[in-house]
T-cell receptor, first 117, second 113 residues
Framework: DAGVTQSPTHLIKTRGQHVTLRCSPI?????VSWYQQVLGQGPQFIFQ???????GRGNFPDRFSARQFPNYSSELNVNALLLGDSALYLC????????????????FGPGTRLTVL | AQSVTQLGSHVSVSEGALVLLRCNYS??????LFWYVQYPNQGLQLLLK??????LVKGINGFEAEFKKSETSFHLTKPSAHMSDAAEYFC???????????FGTGTRLQVTL
């Protein structure tokens, strides 16, 4: 079975531009989360979507937005890019929890490396 | 807010030696705890998870971790390091079944001959 896929793998933009990153979850997974990983740091939570609704938002400015489509794929959009937005952007998908109180593991994609010049 | 602290940004061990990567958590409620591994230019792979079942958790590739509530720790160990274990390791925590993961700053493991 295919894992989480992300596109593009690498992207170079200049300050002030806009970028769209795409994620396809594992088949059957309805939840998608986005994380930003700046070089040398751990991933930081940006958004979580479940059944096309936003379920969580991290401490990121409004320049960051996302959406989930009927096929559960997702896009992360970043407007007015800053140098500090340079990072690896990771997408993770989760299956429905098997039961109350159980944990549904997050499966990560390979990420999109964004460089802002 | 829940958080995890990883002690040591770089750890170097000889091949065949014990691997010990440290993680302490801060939580007001019983947490879910995880260890992920990240190889260069790749995403994150789950090594093991603690979800309030057994306190000694066995994961993939010979790794295991023990949840110690008295020490608020969840250290990752492997009895004998292999060259292929060289990677970045992240400890993470979550509050619930479908909530966000909060990661530590990572520990880079180097394995030498």
């Amino acid at each position: 079975d295919a894992g989480v896929t992300q596109s593009p793998t690498h992207l170079i933009k200049t300050r002030g531009q806009h970028v769209t990153l795409r994620c396809s979850p594992i088949s059957g997974h309805k939840s998608v989360s986005w994380y930003q990983q700046v070089l040398g740091q751990g991933p930081q939570f940006i958004f979580q979507y479940y059944e096309k609704e936003e379920r969580g938002r991290g401490n990121f400015p409004d320049r960051f937005s996302a959406r989930q489509f009927p096929n559960y794929s997702s896009e992360l959009n970043v407007n007015a890019l800053l140098l500090g937005d340079s990072a690896l952007y990771l997408c993770a998908s989760s299956p429905p929890a098997p039961g109350p109180g159980s944990y549904n593991e997050q499966f990560f994609g390979p990420g999109t490396r964004l460089t802002v010049l | 807010a829940q958080s995890v602290t990883q002690l040591g940004s770089h750890v170097s061990v000889s091949e065949g030696a014990l691997v010990l990567l440290r993680c302490n958590y801060s939580s007001s409620v019983p947490p879910y705890l995880f260890w992920y591994v990240q190889y260069p230019n790749q995403g994150l792979q789950l090594l093991l998870k603690y979800t309030s079942a057994a306190t000694l958790v066995k994961g993939i590739n010979g790794f295991e971790a023990e949840f110690k509530k008295s020490e608020t720790s969840f250290h990752l160990t492997k009895p004998s390091a292999h060259m292929s274990d060289a990677a970045e390791y992240f400890c993470a925590t979550s509050t619930g079944t479908a909530s966000k993961l909060t990661f530590g700053t990572g520990t880079r493991l180097q394995v030498t001959l």
